[in-house]
């Protein structure tokens, strides 16, 4: 059975019923975040137990950014989103958290929206505080022109360039050669798909232009990209991450949610 950390319809601020302003009653919950290793000490700080933990969290985070823009660094690359939900749930002994963004500049790359789902997650109180994620589900939404940018910065072979249509044109960097391609990906092979294409500014004809596949190099963190498919000029794809560490400073988080400034996750 799974049970939804909502903090529409419970909170530890609820909870307290102080009859303060939210933020007044959200600090006075997450006292024990200043010096969890003092707290936990104690043996008798609830406020540091995972799910109190976790709750609290959700309930800050997405009561402070929640529709608005939202400044996070993720294992040393900036996130820069506007929150749209933030929801956790239990599964058994672990959490799984899904949360919404929309428009996304991930370390320098923009997306029109992103979904990201992370299973198997479990907190571990202390200094810092340790996250670990089993699978991390990533789906998406971005620009064709993004794509081809991070790809012309990879130094290929072919220069590319988005046609009116969506398609892409390649160039060769050395030979008189010219293409008009469509590509998708599943399972990390990039299907392409050569519409046209032409030699010293002579077609080649269709017949003698096979697809290729070929596989693409090994990404960050082992991700793994499930499919990547084009519609226009927009791309929807789908990730998977198998494991993901990190770790949570709880004082820093707290201080941010408080002033409203940007979050250093992990």
Same mark, same amino acid.
């Given at each position: 059975?799974?049970?939804?950390?909502?903090?529409?319809?419970?909170?530890?601020?609820?909870?307290?019923?102080?009859?303060k302003?939210?933020?007044? $009653?959200?600090?006075s919950?997450?006292?024990?975040?200043?010096?969890?290793?003092?707290?936990? *000490?104690?043996?008798t700080?609830?406020?540091?137990?995972?799910?109190?933990?976790?709750?609290?969290l /959700?309930?800050?985070?997405?009561?402070?950014?929640?529709? $608005?823009?939202?400044?996070?660094?993720?294992q040393?690359?900036?996130? @820069?989103?506007?929150?749209?939900?933030?929801?956790?749930?239990?599964?058994?002994?672990?959490? $799984?958290?899904?949360?919404?963004?929309?428009?996304?500049?991930?370390?320098?790359?923009?997306? %029109?929206?992103?979904?990201?789902?992370?299973?198997?997650?479990?907190?571990?109180?202390g200094?810092? /505080?340790?996250?670990r994620?089993? @699978?991390?589900?990533?789906?998406? @939404?971005?620009?064709i022109?993004?794509?081809?940018?991070?790809?012309? *910065?990879?130094?290929l072979?072919?220069?590319?360039?988005?046609?009116?249509?969506?398609?892409?044109?390649?160039?060769?960097?050395?030979?008189?050669?010219?293409?008009?391609v469509?590509? %998708?990906?599943?399972?990390?092979?990039?299907?392409?798909?050569?519409?046209?294409?032409?030699? $010293?500014?002579?077609p080649?004809?269709?017949?003698?232009l096979?697809?290729?596949?070929?596989?693409?190099?090994?990404?960050?963190?082992?991700?793994?990209?499930?499919?990547?498919?084009?519609?226009?000029? /927009?791309?929807?794809?789908?990730?998977?991450?198998?494991?993901?560490?990190?770790?949570?400073?709880?004082?820093?988080?707290?201080?941010?949610?408080?002033?409203? /400034? *940007?979050?250093?996750?992990?």
């Amino acid at each position: 059975m799974t049970s939804y950390f909502d903090p529409k319809s419970w909170s530890p601020m609820r909870a307290a019923e102080l009859g303060k302003g939210w933020v007044d $009653q959200w600090v006075s919950v997450t006292a024990a975040w200043v010096d969890p290793v003092a707290n936990l *000490g104690a043996g008798t700080v609830t406020a540091l137990m995972p799910d109190v933990l976790m709750s609290a969290l /959700t309930d800050g985070i997405l009561r402070r950014f929640g529709g $608005q823009s939202l400044d996070v660094m993720v294992q040393g690359a900036p996130v @820069q989103a506007v929150l749209g939900s933030l929801r956790v749930r239990r599964r058994g002994s672990f959490f $799984q958290a899904k949360v919404e963004l929309a428009d996304v500049v991930w370390d320098g790359h923009t997306f %029109s929206e992103l979904t990201l789902i992370a299973n198997g997650v479990r907190l571990v109180p202390g200094v810092p /505080t340790r996250l670990r994620a089993e @699978q991390i589900d990533l789906t998406g @939404q971005t620009s064709i022109y993004t794509i081809v940018d991070w790809l012309n *910065g990879r130094d290929l072979d072919w220069l590319l360039e988005v046609e009116e249509s969506g398609l892409i044109g390649a160039r060769h960097r050395r030979r008189n050669l010219t293409a008009v391609v469509d590509a %998708s990906v599943v399972d990390d092979l990039v299907k392409i798909k050569v519409i046209n294409a032409r030699w $010293q500014g002579l077609p080649i004809p269709r017949s003698i232009l096979p697809g290729r596949a070929i596989p693409l190099e090994r990404l960050p963190k082992d991700a793994r990209i499930v499919r990547a498919d084009r519609d226009g000029h /927009t791309v929807s794809f789908t990730l998977d991450v198998p494991t993901i560490k990190g770790s949570l400073d709880l004082a820093q988080i707290r201080d941010a949610i408080v002033a409203g /400034t *940007g979050l250093i996750v992990f």
